[in-house]
T-cell receptor, first 120, second 116 residues
Framework: EPEVTQTPSHQVTQMGQEVILRCVPI?????FYWYRQILGQKVEFLVS????????KSEIFDDQFSVERPDGSNFTLKIRSTKLEDSAMYFC??????????????????FGPGTRLTVL | AQSVAQPEDQVNVAEGNPLTVKCTYS??????LFWYVQYPNRGLQFLLK??????LVKGSYGFEAEFNKSQTSFHLKKPSALVSDSALYFC??????????????FGQGTELSVKP
């Protein structure tokens, strides 16, 4: 069964450093997402991406964050200058489309296993 | 503002007994509703969704959920719990806005513990 993969599983960095989190979505999916979960808190939406541009972003997703699909398979989240409060589990997700005409239903999002980011 | 509430941080059930994990939501308009499960060191796995139609939705691993519009609830249920059902369960909602994207708004999660 196809699945979303993420690397690395755990990233430790110093405050102020840049990090890039990588995701490989399911191959025929067109919509891509990043979420994060600070320890003990809710899973929060960061950004959605479609057709090589951001579709929607939350207020968390400020100028320090950027996303890119550099090739046909990878989807990356970059944090330019990490802060202590960026420490969290970051989840990538993808979906086949927004709406399936075949099933007349909203396509669910499939999530990766997450990257745990620790900022020291 | 859209929100999802899971009032119980933890639910404890004996194996073989029925289980319920509660979820209530607050959105404008009609929602799309989802349940996801997270096992240790794994990503969120889709369990089931409510889009329209029958209020009782059946999903993976014998789980089902009941949509109640008047109570704005979408409780997850299973008639007979298994020890392997022990995990973290998340309820999520998306509003019916026909645009690109589709962010999910999650509840805080409920830890389900099934004892033998």
């Amino acid at each position: 069964e196809p699945e979303v993969t993420q690397t690395p599983s755990h990233q430790v960095t110093q405050m102020g450093q840049e990090v890039i989190l990588r995701c490989v979505p399911i191959s025929n999916h067109l919509y891509f997402y990043w979420y994060r979960q600070i320890l003990g808190q809710k899973v929060e939406f960061l950004v959605s991406f479609y057709n090589n541009e951001i579709s929607e972003k939350s207020e968390i997703f400020d100028d320090q964050f950027s996303v890119e699909r550099p090739d046909g398979s990878n989807f990356t989240l970059k944090i330019r200058s990490t802060k202590l409060e960026d420490s969290a589990m970051y989840f990538c997700a993808s979906s086949e489309g927004w709406w399936s005409r075949q099933t007349d239903s909203y396509n669910e999002q499939f999530f990766g296993p997450g990257t745990r980011l620790t900022v020291l | 503002a859209q929100s999802v509430a899971q009032p119980e941080d933890q639910v404890n059930v004996a194996e073989g007994n029925p289980l319920t994990v509660k979820c209530t939501y607050s959105v404008s308009g009609n929602p799309y509703l989802f349940w996801y499960v997270q096992y240790p060191n794994r990503g969120l796995q889709f369990l089931l969704k409510y889009i329209t139609g029958d209020n009782l939705v059946k999903g993976s691993y014998g789980f089902e959920a009941e949509f109640n519009k008047s109570q704005t609830s979408f409780h997850l249920k299973k008639p007979s719990a298994l020890v392997s059902d022990s995990a973290l369960y998340f309820c999520a909602v998306r509003t019916r806005i026909y645009n690109q994207g589709g962010k999910l708004i999650f509840g805080q999660g409920t830890e389900l513990s099934v004892k033998p």
